[in-house]
């Protein structure tokens, strides 16, 4: 079986050290790892996985909302240099976060808004965070779809309603470890959507699925993830994961 990590940190500093992480996760079939930038910081350090797994370590380039601050005029700057000197899969991750801190509201709007078109010029899937304002990032999207428009709703945290909403626009949902928690409606969603909507990510190094919940996430861990969507849909964790790497190939152009 072959899967695709469509959102992974592998920059991060608790995985960068551990070049292992790329290994076990090829071996458990994961052959594409996304990374989404978060800001001109984290750039050098996806760029080098980029360079030396550019077979599976796959970069995108923008700036993640938790990161629109008082610079945020320059950091775009750079996402639009970047995005003309080198292949970039996607715009990502932008959007908008209202959970940590609303004090660049507005100008997480203008941020998101700035980067869609951008990702529209260079015609480039774009990946979105939409933490307590996936409304907000519905309404924006649909404001934006000029029928060329598309990308994922990472780490998907709406209603079914919305949910649908976003299949309607030609976005997929994208579905992690939280799918196997116990607690909160996600289960619901994924019985309820179709397996064409849906791609897989971990977000490593967070949300580590169950049974390692509360542990380092890792690309290795999307099998455990299919494995749980497979169980809700009533389906051979085969399926999910020929639709998906599909979904996913479809998506970035892969």
Same mark, same amino acid.
């Given at each position: 079986?072959i899967?695709?990590d469509?959102?992974?940190?592998?920059?991060?500093e608790? #995985?960068?050290?551990?070049?292992?992480?790329?290994?076990?996760?090829?071996?458990?079939?994961?052959?594409?790892?996304?990374m989404?930038? &978060?800001?001109?910081?984290?750039?050098?350090g996806?760029l080098?996985l980029?360079d030396?797994?550019p077979?599976n &370590?796959?970069?995108?380039m =923008?700036?993640?909302? &938790?990161?629109?601050?008082?610079d945020?005029?320059?950091?775009?700057?750079?996402?639009?240099?970047?995005l003309?000197?080198r292949?970039?899969?996607?715009?990502g991750e932008?959007?908008?976060?209202y959970?940590?801190d609303?004090?660049?509201k507005?100008?997480?709007?203008?941020a998101?808004?700035?980067?869609?078109?951008?990702?529209l010029?260079?015609?480039l899937?774009?990946?979105?965070?939409?933490?307590?304002s996936?409304?907000? /990032?519905?309404?924006i999207?649909r404001?934006k779809q000029?029928?060329?428009?598309? =990308?994922?709703?990472? /780490?998907?945290?709406g209603?079914?309603?919305?949910?649908?909403e976003i299949l309607?626009?030609?976005f997929?949902?994208?579905?992690?470890g939280?799918?196997t928690?116990?607690?909160?409606? #996600?289960?619901?969603?994924i019985?309820e959507?179709? #397996?064409?909507?849906?791609?897989?990510?971990?977000?490593?190094p967070?949300?580590?699925?169950?049974?390692?919940?509360?542990?380092?996430?890792?690309?290795?861990?999307?099998?455990?993830?299919a494995?749980?969507?497979?169980?809700l849909?009533?389906?051979p964790i085969?399926?999910v994961?020929?639709?998906?790497?599909?979904?996913a190939?479809?998506?970035?152009?892969g």
């Amino acid at each position: 079986m072959i899967f695709v990590d469509t959102h992974t940190h592998l920059y991060d500093e608790r #995985l960068i050290a551990d070049e292992h992480q790329i290994d076990r996760a090829i071996a458990a079939g994961v052959t594409k790892m996304y990374m989404p930038n &978060c800001n001109s910081e984290t750039i050098a350090g996806m760029l080098q996985l980029a360079d030396k797994w550019p077979a599976n &370590c796959l970069p995108m380039m =923008g700036l993640h909302p &938790c990161y629109v601050k008082d610079d945020y005029k320059n950091e775009l700057q750079i996402v639009s240099q970047q995005l003309t000197q080198r292949k970039y899969y996607a715009v990502g991750e932008i959007g908008l976060d209202y959970y940590w801190d609303m004090t660049f509201k507005a100008q997480q709007i203008e941020a998101f808004e700035y980067q869609i078109d951008i990702a529209l010029q260079h015609q480039l899937p774009i990946v979105i965070h939409s933490r307590e304002s996936t409304r907000d /990032c519905i309404d924006i999207v649909r404001k934006k779809q000029d029928g060329r428009l598309k =990308g994922v709703f990472h /780490c998907y945290s709406g209603t079914l309603e919305e949910a649908k909403e976003i299949l309607e626009l030609g976005f997929y949902l994208g579905i992690g470890g939280v799918v196997t928690y116990s607690k909160g409606s #996600l289960p619901d969603i994924i019985m309820e959507v179709p #397996l064409s909507g849906i791609i897989l990510e971990t977000d490593a190094p967070y949300l580590a699925p169950v049974p390692y919940r509360g542990k380092r996430n890792e690309s290795s861990y999307i099998p455990v993830i299919a494995a749980r969507i497979a169980e809700l849909k009533g389906l051979p964790i085969e399926e999910v994961a020929e639709t998906t790497t599909a979904n996913a190939n479809i998506l970035f152009g892969g």
